[in-house]
């Protein structure tokens, strides 16, 4: 075991004794002490510039009173451990920007951390801004500016520097700051339950699996025809299940305007697949060529009743001239609320509010209702206006 010894950078007058932790047995002797307090702040170091799913080089962790860096690379270490505490329900586990490590966890132990607190979602809540990253958030509430010099080292290489346990434990200790100062605005304010509604989607094992049949979902393309639709869906579920069983990122398989480019245009031999430009020379001649055009056979031969339905909403008339209107709405709730205009709608949810009263978006449900949905309506709807007072753009109730 390597041990560190720094001062805490959240200030409290002790100096605590970092470990680095390198076997099964230390690992556990950590998260048994750890499990004794309410919450753990939690951070990953990964590389997945090469690969399909997230290596998972280092993890590190803190709780009030002890700060611990896991090299999930050691020889013969067991994490067993580190995701038995990430399911504890007793234990909440802070993270900010949650999403890429949860889905390490859930990855490598198919377990959700439980239950969680994102800070990056509690800032926006309280209007520290759209995305703010770890790094501003910690210098807005400490004051301390985070040496981030170590951001894009190799997390892969051994051994790990004292530079680089040093950076990071600072993730972690910081965040055990931000964590309560964040906790104790949400609970004055009353917002505790706006935070605890986005964690749902976080904490949900559907944001993380990636179903090969689900993989056109998250295409962005011109596809409009359902004949189209089917060929998407075959050649997207391919390339995700090659990119799984090579451990190779997606784009190393097919870019995805290359995937829109076979959709719309079908190609069925090696001539017309050949043809296409966003496809290197030769392709059509591969293994990979002859596999997407069995792919899309295959989409041509689905019976189109059985796809899934291309969602359309098509503007209203002067839908623009609503939207702009939307957007002063927006940016004046969330001005007069202190929240983020991200957290509350996205340009998305205002095209389809001008489009379509009972849009199935997040602006239109629980607080996100309450404190922009109905206005939108009556904005839309001419029962409320907006105009200038003072300099500052304020809502009108018409009669």
Not at 55 to 74: G, N, R, T
Not at 101 to 129: C, F, R, S
Not at 178 to 198: F, I, Q
Request: aromatic letters at 6%; a negative charge; charged letters at 30%.
């Amino acid at each position: 075991m390597k041990r560190v010894a720094m001062t805490d950078p959240d200030r409290v007058s002790v100096s605590l004794e970092m470990d680095l932790i390198t076997t099964t047995e230390q690992l556990a002797a950590a998260c048994a002490r750890a499990a004794k307090h309410p919450y753990v702040t939690v951070d990953t170091e990964f590389l997945r510039e090469t690969t399909y799913y997230p290596l998972l080089c280092v993890a590190q962790m803190a709780s009030p009173d002890e700060a611990v860096v896991i090299d999930a690379l050691a020889d013969g270490i067991d994490l067993s451990p580190f995701f038995e505490l990430m399911a504890d329900e007793k234990i909440t586990k802070v993270f900010h920007a949650a999403r890429q490590d949860i889905e390490i966890v859930w990855n490598l132990a198919q377990k959700i951390p439980h239950p969680i607190v994102d800070t990056q979602v509690a800032a926006m809540v309280l209007g520290y801004g759209d995305s703010i990253s770890y790094d501003q958030l910690v210098q807005r509430v400490t004051g301390d500016t985070l040496d981030k010099s170590h951001r894009f080292t190799d997390w892969t290489r051994r051994p790990l520097s004292d530079a680089q346990i040093t950076y990071a434990l600072s993730d972690v200790t910081h965040l055990r700051t931000v964590y309560l100062k964040l906790t104790e605005d949400l609970e004055k304010r009353g917002r505790n339950s706006w935070v605890e509604a986005e964690m749902d989607v976080l904490t949900s094992p559907d944001t993380y699996r990636a179903d090969p049949e689900r993989a056109w979902e998250r295409l962005k393309t011109r596809v409009r025809k359902p004949k189209e639709l089917a060929v998407l869906i075959e050649v997207a579920e391919w390339r995700e299940r090659e990119a799984q069983t090579r451990d190779v990122p997606r784009g190393r398989v097919l870019k995805d305007d290359v995937i829109g480019d076979i959709a719309v245009q079908a190609p069925t031999t090696p001539e017309r697949l050949g043809q296409l430009r966003s496809l290197p020379k030769g392709f059509e001649r591969s293994r990979w060529g002859e596999q997407i055009l069995e792919a899309v056979k295959r989409g041509l031969e689905r019976d189109q009743k059985t796809l899934p339905r291309l969602e359309r909403f098509r503007p209203a008339m002067n839908g623009a001239a609503t939207v702009e209107l939307l957007k002063v709405l927006l940016r004046m709730t969330a001005e007069r609320h202190g929240v983020a205009a991200k957290v509350i709608a996205t340009v998305d949810d205002l095209d389809r509010i001008a489009a379509d009263d009972e849009a199935d978006v997040p602006a239109m449900k629980g607080w996100r209702r309450g404190l922009f949905g109905e206005n939108a309506l009556a904005l839309k709807h001419g029962r409320l206006a907006l105009a200038v007072d003072k300099g500052k753009v304020v809502t009108v109730e018409k009669n």
